[in-house]
């Protein structure tokens, strides 16, 4: 039998593009890899809010595909606030505690509280599987601290996404000082080893922008079904350049941005064509006057008041802007 050698060729090539898109489909480094964000910050609950955290306290959320059954571990990136990466205010002299829960209460879809988005409620729901209480350690500084090994199946379980979900909780106990990490779930206790499938999400997004005029950071919300409108609010842009909002239907909407210390926030209308995908709110610093160690806060709420969820690794992708002329020629008759 004589085999058409180019078409073969070409048929492997697509197998192979599609192989390397679901082998690396979900990302588990926080901030993800995509977002261009150098660390989450949280301050110790004596700092001031116009430092650029509002709360005092940071919640991510981990899911792992049912499909996973292998134990995995949850490693915090510079756990410590002190020596190098931390934001100093006066001396270090602040601590912080990380914990992991899992089991029932944790998923945000069934218990709203889990969220940690009203002020008084109690947010550390579900069974508390690990912890530990970072101050300033030279031995996690710059260095990774590992949880676990957690058993998937600990987790609390979503039908929806057919994944076990679990959360880690920073808190800044004691102190005044910006603590700055990062997190990875990974499959190994030494290494960042990613596991296929697994995803992060928060609500409220504290993070730190690079010290570069050219950085672009990025936070990708999900836009889920019924949604027809979202209210942005950001916190302590400190008037830093511009905030835009991308899709694959938005060349780059201006959203109105928060000075120091103030919340500023906007209704941004949802094309039925953006539903089920993500968006990108890209934050582009400012020219000119850097202005340095910028810490912000950005959470997104649906027409019914429902918060969204960011997602360290974007579902369907990063969007990206297609031309409406474009999107005239390829739309389907009705
Ligand atoms: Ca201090
Ligand atoms: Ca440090
Ligand atoms: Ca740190
Ligand atoms: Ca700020």
Request: aromatic content about 18%; glycine content about 6%.
């Given at each position: 039998?004589?085999?058409?050698?180019?078409?073969?060729?070409?048929?492997?090539?697509?197998?192979?593009?599609?192989?390397?898109?679901?082998?690396?489909?979900?990302?588990?480094?926080?901030?993800?890899?995509?977002?261009?964000?150098?660390?989450?910050?949280?301050?110790?609950?004596?700092?001031?809010?116009?430092?650029?955290?509002?709360?005092?306290?940071?919640?991510?959320?981990?899911?792992?595909?049912?499909?996973?059954?292998?134990?995995?571990?949850?490693?915090?990136?510079d756990p410590d606030c002190g020596g190098e990466n931390d934001e100093i205010q006066g001396d270090f002299n602040s601590k912080f505690s990380f914990a992991v829960y899992g089991g029932?209460?944790?998923?945000?879809?069934?218990?709203?509280?889990?969220?940690?988005?009203?002020?008084?409620v109690n947010y550390k729901t579900g069974n508390l599987l690990a912890s530990k209480v970072f101050g300033t350690e030279a031995r996690y500084d710059n260095k990774y601290y590992t949880f676990g090994p957690f058993n998937p199946s600990e987790g609390d379980f979503n039908e929806r996404w057919n994944s076990y979900i679990f959360k880690i909780v920073c808190e800044g106990l004691a102190g005044d000082d910006g603590n700055l990490y990062r997190f990875f779930l990974s499959r190994d206790q030494n290494n960042n080893l990613p596991i296929e499938g697994a995803n992060a999400f928060?609500?409220?997004?504290?993070?730190?922008?690079?010290?570069?005029?050219?950085?672009?950071?990025?936070?990708?919300?999900?836009?889920?079904?019924?949604?027809?409108?979202?209210?942005?609010?950001?916190?302590?842009?400190?008037?830093?350049?511009?905030?835009?909002?991308?899709?694959?239907?938005?060349?780059?909407?201006?959203?109105?941005?928060?000075?120091?210390?103030?919340?500023?926030?906007?209704?941004?209308?949802?094309?039925?064509?953006?539903?089920?995908?993500?968006?990108?709110?890209?934050?582009?610093k400012k020219q000119g006057d850097l202005v340095k160690n910028n810490n912000v806060v950005v959470t997104l709420k649906n027409q019914r008041g429902d918060a969204l969820?960011?997602?360290?690794?974007?579902?369907?992708?990063?969007p990206v802007y297609i031309p409406k002329t474009t999107i005239t020629k390829i739309a389907p008759k009705k």
């Open positions: 039998m004589k085999v058409n050698k180019p078409k073969y060729r070409f048929l492997i090539l697509i197998l192979l593009l599609e192989f390397s898109c679901t082998s690396f489909l979900g990302a588990q480094a926080v901030p993800g890899k995509d977002e261009n964000i150098p660390f989450l910050v949280t301050f110790g609950k004596f700092g001031k809010t116009s430092w650029g955290d509002n709360d005092f306290y940071q919640i991510f959320f981990f899911s792992v595909l049912k499909d996973y059954t292998k134990p995995f571990y949850i490693r915090v990136f029932k209460g944790v998923d945000p879809d069934k218990n709203e509280d889990s969220k940690g988005l009203e002020k008084g928060t609500y409220a997004y504290t993070f730190r922008m690079w010290n570069d005029f050219k950085s672009v950071a990025h936070i990708y919300p999900f836009v889920d079904t019924g949604i027809v409108f979202i209210k942005q609010s950001n916190f302590d842009w400190d008037n830093d350049g511009k905030i835009l909002v991308v899709s694959r239907y938005k060349q780059g909407v201006e959203v109105p941005i928060s000075n120091e210390n103030v919340w500023e926030s906007s209704n941004i209308p949802i094309e039925p064509a953006e539903v089920n995908s993500s968006l990108d709110f890209q934050f582009h969820k960011f997602y360290s690794s974007p579902i369907g992708g990063v």
